[in-house]
């Protein structure tokens, strides 16, 4: 599996909310955000 580096910029807000969600979970940010995008992602698929 090939993995492509991305950045992804977002307002200090946004980035700090996910930091501190991150870390009450027990996980990282870059974790947590893979962890939304999947979770976005099949539920996109199941809608098809």
Do not use: C, H
Not at 5 to 20: A, E, I, W, Y
Request: aromatic share 8%; proline share 2%.
């Amino acid at each position: 599996m090939i993995v492509k580096v991305k950045t992804l910029r977002m307002p200090n807000r946004l980035s700090n909310f996910l930091m501190k969600s991150a870390k009450e979970q027990g996980l990282t940010q870059n974790a947590l955000i893979l962890q939304i995008l999947w979770d976005w992602y099949n539920k996109q698929e199941t809608n098809k």
